[in-house]
């Protein structure tokens, strides 16, 4: 059976790939996409989740419901700079693309209550939507089956401070609150994991560059801003947190080694700001979380080539391509 699931995304280049995982992986039934403020701005995000929806095939197939357009108490950060806007300069007409009416926290809420243990939610942006859905309705943490999180390091470094990885640094509060809510939660994190092993350097693109399908001319152009960027600071390739967020609830078997960790998220530090402290167990503090180690860097290629390969029919023309 399809694993069902929610992916809640601030939509911009490796968000996109994680999107084509949900919507492409065989073994998926992605239920819905949820929006949340991050990466980019919102209105821009929204017209991403589209475009990725039509370039996999998929439009007006999943729903897309507006979440958060700001972080639970703080001003909105974004990382434009990183990402310029989010899509590699790719653009569709959008006429007559409508988001659901209904708020993507509500929508969360009542998704999982509609199935009660059986969705997943792949939480691939600042954690705002999550904590409002667990505020919003006592069952939901229960109702869920997994929370899969792509946020902050495992006593490593940050990407936005030296301290903190950018969705945990948007929105502390949001992240502190949902680590302390009891789900059962998978951490995907950005140092070591992604930047050891989710890394895709120059062979590697351009392996995928030569698969000359739409949805791998898609990717290279959706990374590229985010290459540019990343040779800039030192990493020689596209970063994949987001897509292998995706990939590992699908394929649990990519996974090598995973611990079990206590995870919490500085809110109060002045130089800080949403740093993620994982307790590996000598501390006295329970683990309420599992943070994932070392995956199968290869499979996690293969899965992408595999998703990428895929013969799609967009039904809108995507200008750039
Ligand atoms: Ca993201």
Redesign the pocket.
């Known amino acids: 059976m399809a694993t069902p699931l929610v992916i809640d995304?601030?939509?911009?280049?490796?968000?996109c790939v994680?999107l084509l995982v949900g919507l492409l992986d065989p073994g998926a039934d992605l239920r819905a996409v949820t929006m949340v403020a991050?990466?980019v701005g919102f209105d821009q995000q929204v017209r991403n989740a589209f475009l990725t929806l039509n370039v996999a095939g998929r439009l007006g197939e999943v729903p897309v419901y507006l979440g958060c357009r700001r972080p639970l108490t703080r001003p909105w950060v974004s990382a434009e700079n990183v990402h310029g806007d989010g899509s590699g300069g790719l653009s569709m007409d959008q006429a007559g693309l409508e988001p659901e009416s209904e708020h993507a926290v509500d929508a969360l809420v009542r998704l999982a209550a509609e199935n009660p243990g059986e969705l997943s939610v792949v939480a691939?942006?600042p954690l705002t939507n999550i904590a409002m859905a667990v505020a919003k309705d006592p069952g939901f943490v229960r109702n869920v089956r997994a929370l899969y999180v792509?946020g902050g390091s495992n006593n490593g470094r940050g990407n936005i401070t030296a301290a903190a990885e950018?969705?945990f640094y948007v929105d502390p509060e949001a992240a502190k609150a949902v680590f302390g809510a009891g789900f059962d939660v998978t951490v995907v994190p950005w140092d070591p994991l992604t930047l050891r092993q989710a890394v895709f350097g120059q062979e590697r693109l351009d392996a995928l560059a030569a698969i000359g399908t739409p949805l791998a001319d898609f990717f290279g152009r959706v990374c590229s801003a985010t290459l540019e960027f990343d040779r800039r600071v030192g990493i020689d390739g596209t970063t994949h947190?987001?897509s292998l967020t995706a990939a590992v609830l699908l394929r649990p078997e990519l996974v090598r080694r995973a611990g079990r960790y206590h995870v919490d998220v500085e809110t109060a530090g002045e130089l800080t700001r949403g740093y993620s402290a994982m307790s590996w167990g000598v501390h006295g503090l329970e683990p309420n979380a599992t943070v994932i180690e070392e995956i199968d860097a290869e499979g996690f290629f293969d899965h992408l080539v595999e998703v990428l390969s895929r013969r799609t029919s967009p039904a809108r023309a995507i200008t750039g391509l």
Do not use: K, V
């Open positions: 995304t601030d939509t911009a280049q490796d968000d994680a991050g990466n691939i942006g792509m950018f969705n947190p987001d």
